[in-house]
């Protein structure tokens, strides 16, 4: 059974989880060596090519960023079929999460073509693809009632290609169903990346903070003071450790730059793979997260956070029942009183994850399971696969 995964690859270790999520669900469904994943980076479509296929050749050589997104689109309507990618010899097909809708999503982008219209367009009838944990990414407080139209319009053509189509936020699922289309809501797939097996129950444990500047990746109205949000989680980081140990979590270099900045005492933890941040947050009580990603990975391990965000992968979070604020609701008090409650109420809500993992598990191991069988005879071999290191 060959897997073809989309992906991004040593780029935003969230990612990583939820693609390692999906790929724990396939692994339980077709165990041992009969096993194969291709992972392709969105970022470098290219990479579904061979080393000497003229597409991969002309990203190589041509550099910079209009220039060479142009350049490639005119060389893909001339070279797209000359020899077969990675995905022809795949079985399945699964783009793996990240925020797939928001305002502009139908407009081109270097996946849209180089991936969809060139090769999962051309393969999606014979090789079942599927659209897991997808997301939308909206301002939190300017969240839309309907697609705008050109987006609607991508949105329908790319719920057209996929076999299943899972969310994990709500906005998600009534945009799509509004556009005449019926996704399934299921927590994301990070969700299932960690495990409650994996969480040491450490009375001395620390409490994590993971801090972006403004609260998010996106300043989306313009209006969200930085300096207020940088003052809250000093203040918060002051109150925590006089009676805590204190941890900043980090899941970039930018981030532990700020670490230090802000709390440049504290031990600043920079985790290089998704494995190794499982293994350093394990014995955390709790944790204040700006990092969606770090909060759904830790409740797969049991472990509580509270959420502080812009957008509205916040609502992709709160599917989980841990508490979340838009950035400019809250305050150092605030946040100080609700992470010592999730310590209070830390085997409370260890148990309710526990139990919404084994759901969340079943319901993408129903899905996936569709077009999942270890007996199935392999995809030709032919060409070598080329996946991106």
């Not at 939820?18 to 969105?42: H, M, Q, T, W, Y």
């Not at 991969?56 to 350049?71: A, D, F, N, P, S």
């Not at 849209?112 to 009838?125: G, I, M």
């Not at 759904?296 to 508490?323: F, K, N, W, Y």
Request: charged letters at 25%.
């Amino acid at each position: 059974m060959r897997v073809g995964l989309i992906t991004t690859l040593n780029t935003n270790i969230g990612d990583d989880f939820i693609r390692e999520g999906i790929c724990s669900v396939v692994r339980d469904l077709v165990p041992g060596p009969a096993l194969e994943f291709v992972l392709i980076n969105k970022h470098r479509p290219e990479m579904l090519y061979g080393p000497n296929h003229p597409l991969r050749l002309i990203r190589t050589m041509v550099k910079g960023g209009l220039r060479r997104r142009e350049w490639a689109r005119r060389a893909s309507r001339v070279f797209r079929r000359v020899g077969s990618t990675a995905f022809d010899a795949c079985d399945l097909i699964v783009q793996c999460g990240a925020p797939v809708y928001w305002e502009g999503c139908g407009h081109q982008t270097e996946w849209r073509q180089d991936l969809w219209e060139d090769v999962v367009a051309r393969l999606h009838r014979r090789i079942p693809v599927l659209n897991l944990a997808a997301g939308s990414c909206y301002p939190y407080r300017r969240q839309p009632e309907r697609f705008a139209p050109n987006d609607e319009a991508f949105a329908r053509w790319l719920f057209g290609l996929c076999r299943a189509t899972s969310v994990r936020d709500p906005l998600a699922h009534a945009l799509l169903s509004r556009a005449g289309c019926q996704p399934e809501l299921i927590p994301c797939s990070a969700f299932l990346f960690t495990s409650p097996e994996q969480a040491r129950r450490d009375p001395d444990g620390p409490i994590l903070i993971n801090y972006m500047r403004g609260g998010g990746h996106y300043d989306w109205d313009k209006n969200i003071d930085a300096g207020i949000w940088d003052r809250t989680v000093r203040e918060v980081i002051a109150d925590l450790r006089r009676r805590h140990r204190v941890i900043m979590l980090c899941h970039n270099q930018a981030e532990k730059s700020l670490a230090a900045e802000i709390a440049p005492d504290l031990p600043q933890l920079l985790p290089a793979n998704a494995r190794e941040w499982a293994a350093v947050v394990r014995n955390a009580k709790t944790a204040l997260c700006n990092r969606m990603h770090a909060s759904v990975a830790l409740a797969g391990m049991g472990i509580p956070s509270v959420t502080v965000g812009t957008d509205t992968r916040l609502l992709m979070v709160e599917q989980l029942g841990v508490p979340c604020h838009y950035v400019a609701d809250t305050s150092g008090a605030a946040l100080v009183r609700e992470l010592e409650g999730t310590i209070d109420q830390r085997s409370a809500v260890a148990a309710r994850l526990a139990q919404l993992q084994l759901t969340t598990r079943r319901a993408y191991a129903g899905l996936i399971g569709r077009f999942v069988t270890a007996e199935k005879s392999p995809a030709p071999r032919s060409p070598p696969l080329q996946a991106v290191a």
